[in-house]
């Protein structure tokens, strides 16, 4: 997971070099979702991409040099089973609410790098994040196990065209949820990390349902299509699919 958003965070940096504005939207699976979200960060606190290679390197250095699956496995194996039988156990935090802590840590770890801005951009809410028409359109995938069916968190609603089945958390079951807690409910990684629980049903890693996020990107695809014909025909609508290998 850690190594798949090292990736994505390095091509997001370099392709911002060159695309700018015209980066419509993101869709992000587990480990991508994670290095999407640090991505935004940094342009949400006014952060010089770098665009250099050892400019890249360093920063993927500061974000990616935590263990976060020890802690968790840690978690897993002896510190949650002790919770669950000594009442006054002084580290309650489950796995998740871990997970999300450390991610915040290292983000906060880089912060002296950001000219201004709010530095606790994974404590914002989706509402708070996004207003009016912000791009890239930011959208973790997760998977609704209680349904059997795709979940995504996505500061719009995604209307328009004929598009695939799938459980809109912003929108319905978590109006304030945290992009944090939405990453973390795309990553949950199966028995390392906990299964998270919303209005009663419980969501995990988003590659148990679509490891590439395709899916999603062709509901994408098939919304801007379809304006764009409207608006203007000739446009050319570039999708990209940044693997980790």
């Excluded at 510190?79 to 802590?101: C, G, H, Q």
């Excluded at 914002?124 to 959208?139: K, R």
């Excluded at 079951?173 to 409910?185: A, C, D, M, Q, Y």
């Excluded at 629980?197 to 679509?210: A, K, M, N, Q």
Aim: aromatic residues 10%; negative net charge; contains cysteine.
């Amino acid at each position: 997971g850690s190594r798949a958003g090292c990736t994505f965070l390095t091509a997001m940096c370099l392709l911002d070099t060159t695309m700018g504005d015209n980066l419509l939207a993101m869709t992000t699976i587990s480990g991508s979702s994670n290095g999407a979200a640090f991505y935004l960060g940094l342009k949400h606190n006014q952060c010089t991409i770098p665009q250099k290679k050892q400019g890249l390197i360093e920063l993927n250095r500061k974000l990616y040099e935590k263990d976060y699956i020890t802690h968790s496995l840690f978690k897993f194996l002896f510190t949650d089973p002790i919770a669950s039988w000594v009442p006054f156990f002084n580290d309650r935090k489950n796995r998740n609410e871990s997970l999300i802590a450390k991610e915040n840590q290292a983000f906060n770890s880089i912060q002296n790098t950001c000219s201004s801005g709010n530095t606790n951009f994974l404590d914002n809410t989706w509402h708070e994040t996004y207003s009016g028409n912000d791009i890239p359109i930011f959208i973790p995938v997760t998977y609704n196990v209680s349904l059997g069916q795709k979940a995504i968190s996505s500061p719009y609603p995604l209307e328009g065209a004929q598009l695939s089945n799938f459980e809109s958390i912003v929108d319905q079951k978590h109006p304030n949820i945290t992009l944090g807690e939405s990453v973390s409910l795309s990553e949950m990684f199966p028995i390392i990390s906990a299964s998270a629980s919303i209005h009663g049903e419980s969501y995990l890693d988003g590659g148990v349902y679509d490891n590439g996020a395709f899916e999603t990107l062709n509901d994408i695809y098939s919304i801007v299509k379809e304006k764009r014909d409207s608006i203007c025909a000739d446009k050319k609508i570039i999708l990209l699919s940044i693997e980790n290998g």
